[in-house]
């Protein structure tokens, strides 16, 4: 496993967490706020590295 391999593994085991909280906040519009906090993910990451 490479250090890159490290960060996908990361944000697929945080994607399970924001689905069950998008579930109980969101309803309906939870695809859409797990989205859209994935994308903030990248993003923040992009923007740090």
Excluded at 9 to 21: C, M
Excluded at 22 to 47: E, P
Aim: charged share 5%; no cysteine.
């Amino acid at each position: 496993m490479t250090i890159m391999d490290g960060a996908v593994y990361v944000l697929w085991r945080a994607l399970a967490i924001f689905a069950v909280f998008a579930a109980a906040f969101f309803g309906q519009n939870g695809a859409l706020a797990v989205f859209s906090l994935y994308v903030l993910g990248i993003v923040m990451a992009v923007l740090t590295a």
